[in-house]
């Protein structure tokens, strides 16, 4: 990898705002920059090469043993802007199946939050909402959750007394076919649907309004 030091690396930006789950979208831009700084980009844009044989041309061979450098090193700089607990998830990926999990991770998620409560929110454009033309009543607002705050969901079977009743996860949606909310749980690294939760959004907000880095710590 490159010397931090150089005045003119960039990947402080990454050093100093880790990847932790809610702030993909700004994190995957900062990565984009500084992978496109050090000529690197087109490790995430292309298809990797072929394997040559051992007997293919000397340039053919060169070019591929450069691109399996570049996405080494890309591979470090994206787990060295993770935090411990996605490296944890990650480390065994190569960088495009990697980056296309984290997308479908968390750049839908959001997407598919806000698509949800937009149907339901009125406008000055429309009489109704389009939540009221589909099913012809209003809805409520009062389950709206703010996205990424943490919460609390109750554990369906616990092996022994020792273990947490609790796990704490992430709030990161709505589901389509039934109610409850969609959480994101780092330890197994998957999204499930809960009927109920005990939200942190106070802890959330208060995070934000004092400049404060609100990123997921799982509680030991």
């Not at 802890?203 to 934000?208: G, K």
């Amino acid at each position: 990898m490159e010397n931090n030091n150089n005045p003119f690396n960039l990947r402080y930006i990454l050093e100093n705002n880790k990847l932790s789950g809610t702030n993909f979208l700004d994190w995957e831009m900062n990565l984009r920059i500084v992978l496109n700084c050090e000529r690197k980009l087109y490790i995430l844009e292309t298809d990797p090469p072929k394997t040559p044989d051992a007997n293919s041309r000397a340039s053919e061979l060169t070019s591929f043993k450069k691109y399996e450098d570049d996405a080494r090193d890309v591979k470090c700089i994206i787990m060295d802007s993770m935090t411990a607990e996605l490296q944890r998830f990650h480390a065994d990926m190569e960088v495009r199946p990697m980056i296309q999990r984290l997308r479908d991770l968390y750049q839908g998620q959001p997407q598919n939050s806000a698509a949800h409560t937009l149907n339901r929110v009125p406008s000055k454009a429309v009489e109704s909402t389009p939540y009221e033309l589909w099913r012809g009543r209003k809805s409520s607002f009062s389950y709206f959750k703010i996205w990424g705050c943490e919460a609390y969901v109750k554990r369906l079977m616990t092996s022994n007394k020792l273990e947490p009743k609790s796990d704490k996860v992430i709030f990161v949606g709505y589901p389509k076919e039934t109610r409850g909310y969609e959480f994101y749980h780092p330890s197994d690294n998957k999204i499930f649907v809960a009927r109920n939760g005990t939200f942190l959004e106070k802890e959330f907000l208060s995070a934000i309004t004092s400049g404060r880095k609100f990123w997921f710590r799982e509680e030991l």
